[in-house]
T-cell receptor, first 113, second 116 residues
Framework: DQQVKQNSPSLSVQEGRISILNCDYT??????FLWYKKYPAEGPTFLIS?????DKNEDGRFTVFLNKSAKHLSLHIVPSQPGDSAVYFC????????????FGAGTILRVKS | DVKVTQSSRYLVKRTGEKVFLECVQD?????MFWYRQDPGLGLRLIYF???????EKGDIPEGYSVSREKKERFSLILESASTNQTSMYLC???????????????FGPGTRLTVL
């Protein structure tokens, strides 16, 4: 039973346009959410996070939105660049579960120049 | 600069062999984790450790064991490798949540293991 779902296996976007990656979760205990970016043959790197007490967090070109009632979060990348092409993982944690993260299956983003 | 290193980037082993994957972190993190990444399945937690000599099973511990004798080092052991353990193995570390730090995990570069 997947508690964190990324329903789009892949996304293709033109350079300069907005990329929107989506993530849904089922466990209402989750209170902290993270996005990771992964290039082939490298480990994932942390991108941006959001606490459940917020509905938006912004860092440069990256913004994460959280809709708790819908149990949905999204990552917006504006403007998209070819170097953003990677696999993006959504992850969630809950204070009750300690230090563990639950990851989604990932979305492959391709930014075309 | 934070660093998590893994002993091998690529490894090829035969069915039935005992396999050791080593992970070292230099950030004085209490927590260390082992995941495997498979297409369409994301990152699945195998084992984790929140202190020296402590370990807890993750979501898919069958066929694996771990060892944490020193704070900076966390080893994953495949007792008898099987072809369905062919995968990308990722090690990660993080601070304890009680420190008030974000729950961010730092990952190593991964080991691509092929079992023939």
């Amino acid at each position: 039973d997947q508690q964190v779902k990324q329903n789009s296996p892949s996304l293709s976007v033109q350079e300069g346009r907005i990329s929107i990656l989506n993530c849904d979760y089922t466990n209402s205990m989750f209170d902290y959410f993270l996005w990771y970016k992964k290039y082939p043959a490298e480990g994932p790197t942390f991108l941006i996070s959001i606490s459940s007490i917020k509905d938006k967090n912004e860092d440069g070109r990256f913004t994460v939105f959280l809709n708790k009632s819908a149990k949905h979060l999204s990552l917006h990348i504006v403007p998209s660049q070819p170097g953003d092409s990677a696999v993006y993982f959504c992850a969630a944690s809950a204070r009750e579960y300690g230090n563990k993260l639950v990851f989604g299956a990932g979305t492959i983003l391709r930014v075309k120049s | 600069d934070v660093k998590v290193t893994q002993s091998s980037r690529y490894l090829v082993k035969r069915t039935g062999e005992k396999v050791f994957l080593e992970c070292v972190q230099d950030m004085d993190h209490e927590n260390m984790f082992w995941y495997r990444q498979d297409p369409g399945l994301g990152l699945r937690l195998i084992y984790f450790s929140y202190d020296v000599k402590m370990k807890e099973k993750g979501d898919i511990p069958e066929g694996y064991s771990v060892s944490r004798e020193k704070k900076e080092r966390f080893s994953l052991i495949l007792e008898s490798a099987s072809t369905n353990q062919t995968s990308m193995y990722l090690c990660a570390s993080s601070y304890q949540v009680y420190r008030g730090a974000a729950n961010e995990q730092f990952f190593g570069p991964g080991t691509r293991l092929t079992v023939l």
